[in-house]
């Protein structure tokens, strides 16, 4: 990935533990006084620790979040053994959190089109405070392989009974 100098990048690889990101953007935030944090998060993973919008707010600390909203555990639909069908997630109103957590003064959104995404940008670039935005991806887009590829992947990974 190429970044500007100055920039830095931060991803749980190891793992892959979902959740991990919110309080990481967090942390960062507090110890990189200089530059600005930005968050980029899956729905899924953003819904085990949303609650720590609330601390940025105690903390007074200004992110810029991105919230991608595909309404689905996309990756886990691929992996799971017993299909894609599995695991709902539950349906939030992202853009909602902030308000809900206190963080009256951020500027929250919920995007729908390229324009939209492109205005909040924007807005959050020049916006002195923190910024929410809730991405909202078409159900077209929310899954980029189609369902025959899915049923495929967790088949082949399921292992054979006696083996
Ligand atoms: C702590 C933890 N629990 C469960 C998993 C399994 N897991 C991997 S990806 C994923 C779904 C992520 O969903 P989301 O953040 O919405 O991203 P999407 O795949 O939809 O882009 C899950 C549950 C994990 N990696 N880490
Ligand atoms: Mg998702």
């Given amino acids: 990935m190429w970044l500007p100098d100055g920039v830095?990048?931060?991803?749980?690889?190891?793992?892959?533990?979902?959740?991990?990101?919110?309080?990481?953007?967090?942390?960062?935030?507090?110890?990189?006084?200089?530059?600005r944090t930005?968050?980029?998060?899956?729905?899924?993973?953003h819904q085990l620790t949303a609650?720590?919008?609330g601390v940025m707010r105690c903390y007074g600390i200004k992110p810029i979040i991105f919230v991608l909203n595909n309404s689905i555990f996309g990756v886990e639909n691929v992996l799971s053994e017993i299909g894609p069908s599995y695991d709902e997630l539950a349906k939030w109103n992202y853009a909602q959190i902030p308000g809900a957590m206190g963080c009256e003064?951020?500027?929250?959104?919920?995007?729908?089109?390229?324009?939209?995404?492109?205005?909040?940008?924007?807005k959050a670039n020049t916006f002195d405070g923190a910024s929410y935005v809730e991405v909202m991806i078409p159900a077209?887009?929310?899954q980029p392989l189609p369902l025959s590829i899915q049923n495929q992947v967790y088949k082949t990974n399921t292992p054979v009974k006696g083996e």
């Fill in 8 to 35: 830095g990048f931060q991803t749980q690889t190891l793992w892959g533990s979902i959740g991990w990101a919110t309080p990481a953007a967090e942390g960062i935030c507090m110890a990189n006084k200089k530059g």
């Fill in 38 to 45: 930005i968050l980029i998060t899956g729905d899924g993973s």
């Fill in 51 to 53: 609650n720590e919008i």
């Fill in 105 to 122: 003064s951020w500027f929250s959104s919920r995007v729908s089109t390229v324009a939209e995404l492109d205005a909040a940008i924007e």
């Fill in 140 to 142: 077209s887009e929310s």
